[in-house]
Nanobody, 124 residues
């Protein structure tokens, strides 16, 4: 129900835009998040946006470089990643958290639906 795409290989300093398309149901009252998992590491929070798109929340390491947004008409969430660094290399996952109050959370366990992941590799 969540399909992530847009990953690839990019040089350090470059940009990528990830997309997460939802299908099969509406996620109108869901906060949407992006997480990533590098080899041998736990899955970690990257960014989240509430159902209205009015609030966002970022992990400190990506603040000022990544931007999360959503297009409610297209039922799609985006992660614009600029000034990429080798340490950003990971599989990126999108996820949905039922949150009608608009709260933003960062724990993996809080998210109800997950996409399949898309690989992002940043070369130095």
């Amino acid at each position: 129900q969540l399909q992530a795409s847009g990953g690839g290989l990019v040089q350090a300093g470059g940009s990528l835009r990830l997309s997460c398309a939802a299908s099969g149901r509406t996620f109108s009252r869901y906060s949407m998040g992006w997480f990533r998992q590098a080899p041998g590491k736990e899955r970690e929070f990257v960014a989240a946006i509430n159902w209205s798109g009015g609030s966002t929340y970022y992990e400190d390491s990506v603040k000022g470089r990544f931007t999360i947004s959503r297009d409610k008409a297209k039922n799609t969430v985006y992660l614009q990643m600029d000034s990429l660094k080798p340490e950003d290399t990971a599989v990126y996952y999108c996820a949905a958290d039922y949150s009608p109050t608009g709260s933003l959370r960062r724990r993996v366990i809080d998210y109800d639906y997950w996409g399949q992941g898309t690989q992002v590799t940043v070369s130095s």
